[in-house]
């Protein structure tokens, strides 16, 4: 099982960025997908989450309004468009895969399979 997370990068404050999760040796239909994002000297946080069946979404605070999660699953592959970002979304991007309980979808115990992560610095 390899989950590839791509589409990281530099971007000026109010920019956007569009992350992607391709998976292989696994059916993301099957699974839940939660983005988490751990920024230096800070935890890992979940920032989006979407179940597998319903596609029902779910984001923390700091990401509602500005971040959507999707997924493809005739591509296998999951993403998160990424909007009005700030210096403090600077982080580490991590797909992961599993299927936690909805109150536990920020866990990152809860989830199975990760993807290596993705860097996005956001300065002007």
């Known amino acids: 099982v390899q989950l590839q997370a791509s589409g990281g990068g530099l971007v000026q404050p109010g920019g956007s960025l569009r992350l992607s999760c391709a998976a292989s040796g696994l059916g993301l239909d099957y699974y839940a997908i939660g983005w988490f994002r751990q920024a230096p000297g800070k935890e890992r946080d979940g920032v989006a989450y979407i179940i597998n069946r319903s596609s029902s979404e779910h984001y923390a605070d700091s990401a509602k309004g500005r971040f959507t999660v999707s997924r493809d699953n005739a591509k296998n592959t999951a993403y998160l468009q990424m909007n009005s970002l700030n210096v403090d979304d600077t982080a580490v991007y991590y797909c992961?895969?599993?299927?936690?309980?909805?109150?536990?979808?920020?866990?990152?115990?809860?989830?199975?399979?990760w993807g290596q992560g993705t860097l996005v610095t956001v300065s002007s």
């Open positions: 992961a895969v599993g299927n936690p309980i909805l109150s536990s979808w920020r866990d990152s115990r809860s989830y199975r399979y």
